[in-house]
T-cell receptor
Framework: QKEVEQNSGPLSVPEGAIASLNCTYSDRGSQSFFWYRQYSGKSPELIMFIYSNGDKEDGRFTAQLNKASQYVSLLIRDSQPSDSATYLCAVNMGPGGFKTIFGAGTRLFVKA | GAVVSQHPSWVICKSGTSVKIECRSLDFQATTMFWYRQFPKQSLMLMATSNEGSKATYEQGVEKDKFLINHASLTLSTLTVTSAHPEDSSFYIC??????????????FGSGTRLTVV
């Protein structure tokens, strides 16, 4: 089992729709969870982080965490073509939670 | 916010030569830095954890003698790809942890280095 799993996609949504990205992780002891956006040929940029069960909202983005199910998701409301990118789920693991392990990423296409 | 500078942004080298990549934390001290490698259309793979003043910790399957890591100061870590071969061609990215910030806020990525070995 991979440590962090994501559906590779691509996920295609029309402009203005809600994009839903999902991620599961294997280490039940993980405490820190992140969503990064990566454009082709660029480094990842942090969109959101979440530590506690439940929802966390930041503008058009909402992260959801369910530690019991070892599941974290990202919702993008009012999707824009500029949101088209690969979204990486990342989880801090290991002693002290110092290692960030990335999922394979989900490619999102927002159609104008 | 925290800034990590990575150089060079791209490099082309001949097979058999060595290439050094630098990662600097510009406005914070980083006791720990991480080196990742990303092949096309794949995710970031953690190669090693660089610890200031001590030996790096390599992930399973990563050759420590091939990928030399030096973290001699609190603001600089270097990755040297020795005797590079075409299969080493990849996108190398560093990240640094600002120990002054809480948890994930402390992880900032460099802009990456595109290495092409010909």
């Amino acid at each position: 089992q991979k440590e962090v799993e994501q559906n590779s996609g691509p996920l295609s949504v029309p402009e203005g729709a809600i994009a839903s990205l999902n991620c599961t992780y294997s280490d039940r002891g993980s405490q820190s969870f992140f969503w990064y956006r990566q454009y082709s040929g660029k480094s990842p940029e942090l969109i959101m982080f979440i530590y506690s069960n439940g929802d966390k909202e930041d503008g058009r983005f909402t992260a959801q965490l369910n530690k019991a199910s070892q599941y974290v998701s990202l919702l993008i409301r009012d999707s824009q073509p500029s949101d088209s990118a690969t979204y990486l789920c990342a989880v801090n693991m290991g002693p002290g939670g110092f290692k960030t392990i990335f999922g394979a990423g989900t490619r999102l296409f927002v159609k104008a | 916010g925290a800034v990590v500078s990575q150089h060079p942004s791209w490099v082309i080298c001949k097979s058999g030569t060595s290439v050094k990549i630098e990662c600097r934390s510009l406005d914070f001290q980083a006791t720990t830095m991480f080196w990742y490698r990303q092949f096309p259309k794949q995710s970031l793979m953690l190669m090693a954890t660089s610890n200031e003043g001590s030996k790096a910790t390599y992930e399973q399957g990563v050759e420590k003698d091939k990928f030399l890591i030096n973290h001699a100061s609190l603001t600089l870590s270097t990755l040297t790809v020795t005797s590079a071969h075409p299969e080493d061609s990849s996108f190398y990215i560093c990240s640094a942890r600002d120990t002054g910030l809480r948890g994930g806020l402390g992880y900032t990525f460099g802009s990456g280095t595109r290495l092409t070995v010909v």
